[in-house]
C-alpha cells in the first residue's frame, strides 16, 4: 500500500511547509500530498486553509495577501517556537526541493472565481519542471479537476469525496474527469466500494490515516493508497 506524506510529515513539523516536506523526504516517504489556493497577485501558494490564522501569525483570508506579504509571516511557531524560520511555500518553491522520482499529490482547495486561474498557474509550473512528472492533481471541487483536464488530457487525477455518494461510480463516469482514482476518507471505506471502485478501474486512496492498526484494516481491505501524517507509519 502507498503512503503519501499528507501535508508533509506533518505530525512532525508544520503542515504544508519545506521543512515538513524534507523530513517526509528523510524519512523515506515515496509520496508527498500538499495544499494549493492562489495568492491576491496570482502565485501558487501551499497552504491548506483559506484563512492565515490557524497556521500563520497572520490573520484573514490568504487570498487578499500578495507574496510578499505571505512570505513575511511565519508559518511555524504555531506549532513548536523551533520552527520559527518557516515560511508559507510557493508550490515551485517545493518542487525545487523534491526528488524527481517522489509522487506528488496536489490538491487544489475549492475556489470558485480563480478555478480557471490557479488551474492556468499550476499547469505553466508543471510545463517549466517537466521532469518532475509524477504528479497527481486531485479536488473535492470537481469542477476544478474539469478545468485542469482542459489543459491536460492525460495528467493522473484523483476525485476526493467526503463519503461514499450515492451512484458514485456513474457520476465519476458521467463527469469526463477519467481520474485515476476516488480519494475518500477512512470512515467510508469498506471492502465493497474498494471492489466496486477496482471493477471501475479505479484505485482507492484513503485519508487521513494515523493509526497503525487502521492502516493495516485498510492494507487488508485492498485500499491502495493512504495519506499519512506519519509517513513512515507502515514501513
Ligand atoms: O488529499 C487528501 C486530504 O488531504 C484531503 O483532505 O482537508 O486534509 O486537504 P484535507
Ligand atoms: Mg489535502
Known amino acids: 500500500m502507498f503512503v503519501y506524506a499528507h501535508r508533509g ?12 516536506f524534507r523530513k517526509a523526504i528523510d524519512l523515506g516517504t515515496k509520496g508527498i500530498e500538499l495544499d494549493v489556493q492562489l495568492s491576491r497577485d496570482g502565485v501558487v501558494m501551499v497552504m491548506h486553509d483559506d484563512t492565515l490564522d490557524r497556521t500563520t501569525n497572520g490573520k484573514g483570508r490568504l487570498e487578499k495577501f500578495s507574496l510578499e506579504e505571505l512570505k513575511k509571516l511565519d508559518s511555524g511557531v504555531w506549532f513548536n517556537k523551533s520552527f520559527c524560520d518557516e515560511k508559507i511555500p510557493t508550490l515551485e518553491d517545493v518542487i525545487k526541493i523534491l526528488p524527481e522520482n517522489i509522487k506528488l499529490n496536489i490538491e487544489f482547495k475549492p475556489d470558485k472565481k480563480n478555478t480557471v486561474k490557479i488551474a492556468q498557474e499550476v499547469y505553466k509550473i508543471l510545463e517549466k519542471y517537466k521532469n518532475f512528472n509524477n504528479i497527481i492533481i486531485s479536488s473535492f471541487y470537481h469542477q476544478s479537476l474539469l478545468e485542469y483536464r482542459k489543459l491536460d488530457e492525460n495528467i493522473p487525477m484523483g476525485m476526493l469525496f467526503e463519503y461514499d455518494i450515492v451512484n458514485m461510480f456513474e457520476y465519476i463516469k458521467n463527469t469526463g474527469i477519467n481520474p485515476v482514482s476516488i480519494n475518500i476518507s477512512s ?10 471502485a477496482h471493477l471501475n478501474n479505479l484505485k482507492v486512496a484513503v485519508y487521513t490515516v494515523n493509526s497503525y492498526d487502521i492502516a493495516m484494516n485498510l492494507k487488508k481491505i485492498g485500499v491502495d493508497e493512504i495519506f499519512s501524517n506519519y509517513p513512515d507509519i507502515i514501513s
Open 187 to 196: 470512515e467510508y471505506v469498506d471492502e465493497k466500494l474498494v471492489e466496486e
Open 9 to 20: 510529515a506533518s505530525a512532525l513539523a508544520p503542515e504544508n511547509t519545506l521543512i515538513a
